[in-house]
């Protein structure tokens, strides 16, 4: 009965207010952009329950990205099966859960894992997922703007979640902290994903708005997952997706140990900064994506990597506190640019009928990502006393992955796939 309610609008010939649905998106996403509060969950769990342990609890961060990763990539298949709101409701249901029963972890780090780090990381990937490939289809006239707009939930989440969580955890402790937030992530997500719904049949938009840089090179046909992934185009995606994660991923892991550690800054100014660096993060999230509608998300790509090569190559020498959130924001100003031009960049190239399932894939394997940026300072750190060596290795990392957004070219249409079917008469809704 349950499912039966769920799929009952998504043969709705009712075109609703598709702006209804992005902001709906927007909040759903915001309980999942707690990203940069993990590190102050971090410090609290090192220096109460796992003294002289700092790599084995970031490891919890890690777990929780690759399970996000992959169960991103499982909910855009599910997708195929089942509504946008089914896959949005379980992910909500999962996050919440694991994020509150990590309350119950003391000392017990492999419960950790298991709660925070897998249920809570499948069900945040199951949540990411959703709002992308529905927004996709309802804007195909602005898909940059539109999924920088959605992702922007992310970015606020970062930037309220991480005050919030502080004030629960000097309150209450860190691990009430868990079961307070985890009951108020799975509320706010459930809620919204009752919105997410897919357009009616033969749906199209009366003017659109199709930028020259997109409409050069529209993918005119549906690739399908087997197709996308049978091009070159596709692993140079993943290898730029995964390259600016990295970097991303390694300074939100570290954010508030590297601003004690290198600008002698107090545990009131470290968590100060990581609310602050979100700032940027959110922003990146709209300013990236909508600059991509106009120039094109490939030279936002080859921007977005050579920006990061200067800042990693600054970042040791930058002991003064403002210098270091000036920089430490740019590099969040790219992290949440990068996953928010993806999604377009994949639409643009592979077209947005299986959307969920080719940008899905590439999410897979994220965990990359959140294993190597995060142990590589974590280790540099504990190992050398300083965090430099790890900064100019990622600067060379991402010297060598530029290469990529210079070469890359629209994949040649797949000879097996068919024109994307016409599931009714073409329904066209105003913007």
Not at 2 to 25: K, L, P, V
Not at 94 to 119: E, I, N
Request: proline share 5%; hydrophobic share 55%.
């Amino acid at each position: 009965m349950i499912r039966a309610h769920f799929m009952a609008s998504e043969g709705s010939s009712d075109c609703g207010n598709r702006w209804i649905i992005a902001a709906a998106a927007v909040l759903m996403l915001v309980p999942a952009g707690a990203t940069s509060a993990w590190s102050l969950f971090e410090r609290q769990l090192v220096r109460i329950y796992y003294p002289g342990q700092l790599d084995r609890v970031t490891l919890t961060f890690t777990l929780a990205t690759a399970t996000f990763g992959i169960s991103a990539f499982l909910g855009g298949l599910w997708m195929g099966r089942v509504t946008p709101r089914v896959v949005g409701v379980a992910g909500g249901f999962l996050y919440g859960l694991g994020v509150f029963l990590a309350a119950f972890s003391g000392h017990d780090l492999t419960f950790l894992y298991l709660c925070y780090g897998v249920v809570g990381g499948i069900g945040k990937g199951l949540i990411y997922i959703v709002p992308i490939a529905v927004l996709l289809k309802w804007f195909p006239d602005m898909r940059g703007l539109v999924t920088g707009i959605g992702l922007m939930g992310l970015g606020a989440g970062e930037l309220l979640i991480a005050p919030l969580a502080s004030d629960i955890i000097a309150a209450r402790g860190v691990l009430s902290a868990f079961g307070i937030l985890g009951v108020l992530y799975g509320l706010v997500v459930i809620t919204m994903a009752l919105f997410m719904k897919n357009p009616p049949s033969g749906y199209q938009v009366k003017t659109p708005r199709r930028s020259a840089a997109h409409a050069a090179h529209p993918a005119t046909r549906a690739f399908t997952l087997r197709e996308a992934v049978r091009s070159w185009q596709w692993y140079a995606l993943l290898a730029m997706l995964l390259l600016n994660a990295t970097a991303g991923y390694a300074l939100l892991s570290q954010a508030a140990s590297m601003s004690r550690a290198m600008t002698g800054a107090s545990v009131v100014q470290a968590t100060a900064l990581v609310s602050l660096i979100a700032i940027p993060n959110a922003a990146g999230r709209v300013l990236w994506p909508w600059l991509s509608d106009h120039i094109g998300p490939r030279r936002v790509f080859l921007t977005l990597l050579l920006l990061q090569v200067v800042i990693f190559l600054l970042l040791p020498s930058a002991h003064n506190a403002t210098a270091f959130a000036v920089l430490a924001g740019a590099v969040l100003l790219c992290y949440g640019g990068g996953f928010g031009t993806m999604p377009a960049f994949v639409a643009d190239y592979f077209g947005a009928e299986h959307v969920g399932r080719v940008y899905g894939l590439l999410l897979a394997p994220i965990g990359v990502s959140a294993l190597f940026g995060p142990w590589l300072l974590a280790n540099t750190r504990q190992q050398a006393g300083s965090y430099a060596f790890a900064l100019y290795v990622l600067a060379a990392v991402l010297l060598c992955g530029a290469i990529l957004p210079w070469v890359i070219r629209p994949p040649t249409q797949p000879h097996t796939a068919g024109v994307v079917p016409d599931r009714g008469a073409a329904k066209q809704c105003a913007g």
